[in-house]
């Protein structure tokens, strides 16, 4: 795909910047070895398996794409139905090798490519392809590295097993439901026991949920593609956990899943224990479940519970070592999240807890934002109440991974990315062949209102100050996300937009993630109207101090629900904003997925105002303003006909409007496609607003 754009024709050929940059890292237990999967340099799009010594400091290939498959071109080839799918779900659109599955120790790898699994002795470097039943998916080598498990089909296998591990019933086993993969954080469906004797497996039955079809009218000779889709208000797939034993026995785990269907994490403590995570459907109570795999009885360890939504706090519920259960909570001023420990609070309002890493010299590895909610920095917390130890120094957003007693820290800051090894008292980087980023973006970041609305301004370069410019307010706005944020990728094509002659205003209106537990729940049952009244009032209190912003001339784009609050601006403030492009919005929540839906605006059923208020369908008459729709007809996360029932209700209503459909793209627009549809949003902009 070629641009005339120098930035947007570098942009897609280092796929935004990140090919030949290190990802999936897995430190072993002891410290002293590292996988992970990157590229060659900053124009090779197709990942590859390195190992990186950190007693001599040298990296080494152990598994590359082309040399397992010569004939391979390096294009996406038919990958398992499964796979294509989580890769969808993790946001991944290189080429190569996905995912992969490690020993502790980080001697064994096991991998998935196009259907065929590879085994790699780290060591050696010897790469060996294993038989399978079929197209292969998501293997996992047992503790010892001699057996692996994989889901081919609908069942789960063992590599050297004549026949599936799992019966053959009608459901599939050992793989992610879609609401979990997509929504709570769960990607995987099998677990080895320690001893490698047995397997806990999912088994999901998906056969009373509705069905989506993807018709691809670029090519009519193809069939459409179907799945099933957890519909907001409708069934859930039934989801089960069995454990399988090497020797036939067969034993489910038996918890209340009429009242908490979600399985947000499991897998095995010991031997003789299993730990679940369990939320109800709205997700207001969560519970830490002990699991017995002799007999499959559950008991309670812990219960969290929130009137409006337990927010997801990774790492945690846990239990530590000496059976201490750590949880999230709100603070008791209840303006910061942090942790408790058997109930007791750990931390207080100076910190904003967002992840619980690990642990690390006998303390929490936490990551968590103090101060400015742009910034997010890596602590180490005392559990028995010594002084809290800050890692990282300096504005960005710094991230942590242990193993043993070694640390790497990664650091996104205003000056590029950066990987440091902390090792036996030395500091080190890990190696990273990304291409350099062409901006050093220093974006105007304010809190504004007495919300204290987080928001960003980028001017173009060389701006001259009293030369007033059209606005362009990238977006996203919804829950999950927080966009002002001191990562630098994500400011690049933020600069590029300021280049072309607007003065880019970014907020993170009430509902997102990262400043106070009130400022997210405020969304609580509504989406629309706090996020369409926030960034109102955030576009006029930064033209106070931002006299360049010319407010009589105000675009808005984004894609997902920024693509949402894009088409709801210009539907319902035409007074403010004068041109749309709304990539794959959500147009009807309705139609939207159960888990992300509910969460926030409960059941169609019992909130029937909530979701008619959030909808954009009866909106389309009162279209004033040019409104671009843009989607992918791939797009298995919010299903293109979002955007055609808007624009079927537009054509109705005799409103004219503009509709870019991309045959064959999913949400994740790959391969320079985001940077062709920047191209075409950029020229709708400029006509409409000039």
């Known amino acids: 795909m070629t641009h005339t754009d120098p930035f947007l024709a570098l942009s897609a050929r280092t796929g935004r910047f990140s090919y030949g940059s290190p990802r999936a890292v897995t430190l072993s237990a002891d410290g002293s070895r590292l996988l992970f999967l990157r590229s060659t340099g900053p124009e090779d799009p197709v990942e590859r398996l390195w190992l990186f010594d950190l007693t001599t400091r040298q990296e080494r290939l152990v598994a590359d794409p082309a040399a397992l498959i010569p004939r391979r071109t390096g294009a996406p ?6 796979e294509r799918r989580l890769r969808e779900r993790l946001r991944l ?24 699994i590879f085994h790699t002795d780290t060591a050696s470097g010897v790469t060996a392809e294993l038989p399978t039943d079929g197209p292969a998916f998501d293997p996992r080598p047992d503790p010892a590295g001699r057996r692996v498990a994989y889901v081919s089909g609908s069942a789960l296998y063992l590599t050297g097993r004549v026949g599936p591990l799992s019966p053959r019933d009608g459901a599939v086993w050992g793989v992610a439901e879609f609401a979990a993969a997509e929504e709570l954080g769960r990607t995987r469906g099998h677990w080895w026991s320690p001893d490698g004797e047995a397997l806990l497996a999912t088994r999901i039955d998906e056969s009373a949920l509705p069905r989506q079809y993807f018709a691809d009218p670029a090519h009519p000779e193809r069939e459409p593609e179907s799945f099933a889709y957890p519909q907001a208000g409708g069934p859930n797939a039934d989801l089960q956990l069995w454990v399988l034993g090497l020797n036939g026995r067969q034993v489910r785990l038996r918890w209340d899943s009429l009242a908490f269907p979600y399985v947000c994490a499991a897998g095995w403590e010991s031997e003789g224990e299993i730990l679940l995570t369990v939320a109800d459907r709205l997700q207001q109570t969560v519970l830490l479940l002990s699991a017995d795999p002799a007999d499959g009885s559950t008991h309670e360890l812990s219960r969290t519970t929130d009137e409006f939504w337990v927010d997801d706090l990774p790492g945690t519920p846990a239990r530590l070592a000496d059976g201490r259960l750590l949880t999230a909570t709100d603070t008791p001023d209840g303006t910061a999240r942090g942790l408790a420990l058997d109930g007791k609070t750990l931390t207080d309002e100076r910190i904003q807890v967002r992840r619980v890493v690990g642990r690390l010299h ?40 242990a193993g043993g007693e070694t640390l790497l820290i990664t650091s996104a800051t205003p000056d590029g990315i950066r990987r440091q090894l902390h090792h036996q008292g030395s500091v080190f980087p890990l190696p990273d062949h990304s291409a350099a980023l062409p901006y050093r973006v220093t974006p105007q970041l304010a809190r504004v209102t007495e919300l204290g609305l987080p928001t960003a301004v980028v001017y173009p370069r060389g701006h001259l100050a009293g030369h007033r410019l059209p606005v362009l307010l990238d977006v996203y706005g919804g829950p999950g996300y927080q966009a002002v944020a001191n990562e630098p990728r994500r400011w690049q094509h933020r600069q590029w937009w300021a280049d072309q002659g607007f003065a880019v205003v970014t907020t993170d209106n009430r509902g997102t993630p990262f400043v106070s537990p009130g400022f997210t729940r405020a969304i609580f049952r509504r989406f629309s109207q706090v996020a ?14 931002h006299p360049d912003l010319d407010l009589s001339r105000v675009g808005v784009r984004g894609w997902s629900y920024g693509g949402y609050f894009a088409a709801l601006a210009i539907l319902r403030r035409p007074d403010v904003f004068h041109a749309a492009c709304a990539g794959a919005p959500p147009t009807d929540f309705r139609h939207y997925d159960t888990a992300y839906t509910e969460r926030y605006l409960g059941l169609p059923q019992d909130n029937p105002e909530g979701y008619e208020a959030d909808c954009l369908i009866p909106d389309a ?7 671009l729709l843009i989607h992918g007809l791939a797009d298995d996360n919010v299903h293109p006909s979002h955007t055609l029932l808007l624009s079927e209700a537009l054509t109705r209503a005799g409103r004219a409007h503009s509709v870019l459909p991309l045959p064959g793209v999913s949400h994740m627009t790959p391969d320079g496609v985001s940077e062709r549809v920047a191209e075409a949003e950029l020229a709708f902009l400029r006509t409409a607003l000039s």
């Open 621 to 627: 008459p009162s279209l004033s303003r040019p409104l």
């Open 77 to 82: 080839a038919a990958l398992p139905a499964l």
């Open 93 to 116: 659109w290189a080429p190569g090798i996905g995912t992969y599955a490690a020993t502790a120790d980080c001697a064994t790898a096991v991998l998935a490519l196009d259907g065929r």
């Open 362 to 401: 006998g303390r929490l590895l936490i990551e968590a934002g103090e101060g400015d909610p742009a910034d997010q920095h890596v602590y180490l917390l005392d559990p028995d109440g010594g002084p809290l130890e800050r890692l990282s120094e300096g504005p960005g957003v710094h991230s942590a991974l």
């Open 532 to 545: 369409l009244d926030d960034q109102v009032a955030a576009l006029r209190a930064l033209a106070t101090t």
